[in-house]
T-cell receptor, first 113, second 113 residues
Framework: DAGITQSPRHKVTETGTPVTLRCHQTENHRYMYWYRQDPGHGLRLIHYSYGVKDTDKGEVSDGYSVSRSKTEDFLLTLESATSSQTSVYFC????????????FGPGTRLTVT | GESVGLHLPTLSVQEGDNSIINCAYSNSASDYFIWYKQESGKGPQFIIDIRSNMDKRQGQRVTVLLNKTVKHLSLQIAATQPGDSAVYFCAENIWGSQGNLIFGKGTKLSVKP
């Protein structure tokens, strides 16, 4: 258990509403990542962070923003949710025990109706 | 059910047999590779990793082989058990990309008792 939690675990929202997903880690790891997982696409990187207030875009960042005001929290915001953003969202951290592999949270299933 | 498993290549093996899951990667600059296991409803779980200066690495019941000439990665699972049933992903890290991973689309392993 790498000490990663995600909230909420499930959410249904309407098109056009803003949504924020939270990733929380307990061990002060520098790198945090947000992915989405869809059938036929595998896991795709949305945004990542390499420190407090240091973030950058991934492969599929359009329609998403992130913030990291504290080491332990990485927030993913859908400014105006669309049906194409229905997906399972995973947060990951890197650097557990000084290693390079990423460890994943349990995921958030988001449905946009 | 978990939509991540739909339309994936499937490998079906008998309990006790060895399994081999293959992955092709595309970028010659990739220097680090990871295999993940994902069970239904859960986040990806780290299995084993290998760096590009190696061609083989062994763990408990698992072996990863790397062939850089043909950009091919394989995961071998010895004495496959029902608990090994899951979707398996390979992931590659491109040198200089701040640890960002590119995931393959996955292979579903089904173990028959």
């Amino acid at each position: 258990d790498a000490g990663i939690t995600q909230s909420p675990r499930h959410k249904v929202t309407e098109t056009g509403t803003p949504v924020t997903l939270r990733c929380h880690q307990t061990e002060n790891h520098r790198y945090m990542y947000w992915y989405r997982q869809d059938p036929g696409h595998g896991l795709r990187l949305i945004h990542y962070s390499y420190g407090v207030k240091d973030t950058d875009k991934g492969e599929v960042s359009d329609g998403y923003s992130v913030s990291r005001s504290k080491t332990e929290d990485f927030l993913l915001t859908l400014e105006s949710a669309t049906s194409s953003q229905t997906s399972v969202y995973f947060c990951a951290i890197r650097g557990v025990a000084g290693r390079d592999e990423q460890y994943f949270g349990p995921g958030t299933r988001l449905t946009v109706t | 059910g978990e939509s991540v498993g739909l339309h994936l290549p499937t490998l079906s093996v008998q309990e006790g047999d060895n399994s081999i899951i293959n992955c092709a990667y595309s970028n010659s600059a990739s220097d680090y590779f990871i295999w993940y296991k994902q069970e239904s409803g859960k986040g990806p779980q780290f299995i084993i990793d290998i760096r590009s200066n190696m061609d083989k690495r062994q763990g408990q019941r698992v072996t990863v082989l790397l062939n850089k000439t043909v950009k091919h990665l394989s995961l071998q699972i010895a004495a496959t058990q029902p608990g090994d049933s899951a979707v398996y992903f390979c992931a590659e890290n491109i040198w200089g990309s701040q640890g960002n991973l590119i995931f393959g689309k996955g292979t579903k392993l089904s173990v028959k008792p």
